[in-house]
């Protein structure tokens, strides 16, 4: 059974930057998809970034590209998601999730999930 484990949220000013990790246990990551999806209170949850299981291909979401940058190594089995430029609108529990198949933007394509950690941009 897989588990994913996030770390690296906490508070940062405006413009500020933080880096947030997942450490994948029990499956080999070499394998999988692997995503970072957020979610503020009384909104769904929503896609952030992915990265295939090659990690020559990643995608990102409007609202981050330019900003944020996942990466992976499976050496280390982790995932890492390096923010800067932060903004206000970036507050909110982040995510990472992993799967066997393809991934995709949707949540539905991810069958294993951490417990998300905080991150809140505040002026």
């Known amino acids: 059974q897989a588990q994913l484990v996030e770390s690296g949220g906490g508070l940062v000013q405006p413009g500020g930057s933080l880096a947030l990790s997942c450490a994948v246990s029990g499956i080999t990551s070499r394998v999988f998809a692997l995503a970072w999806f957020r979610q503020s209170p009384g909104k769904e949850r929503e896609f952030v970034a992915a990265?295939?299981?090659?990690?020559?291909?990643?995608d990102y979401s409007d609202s981050v590209k330019g900003r944020f940058t996942i990466s992976r190594d499976d050496t280390k089995a982790t995932m890492e998601l390096q923010m800067n430029s932060l903004k206000p609108e970036d507050t909110a529990a982040y995510y990472c999730?992993?799967?066997?198949?393809?991934?995709?933007?949707?949540?539905?394509?991810?069958?294993?999930w951490g417990q998300g950690t905080q991150v809140t941009v505040y002026s």
């Open positions: 999730a992993g799967d066997r198949g393809y991934g995709g933007r949707g949540t539905a394509g991810y069958s294993y």
């Open positions: 990265i295939n299981w090659s990690g020559r291909d990643t």
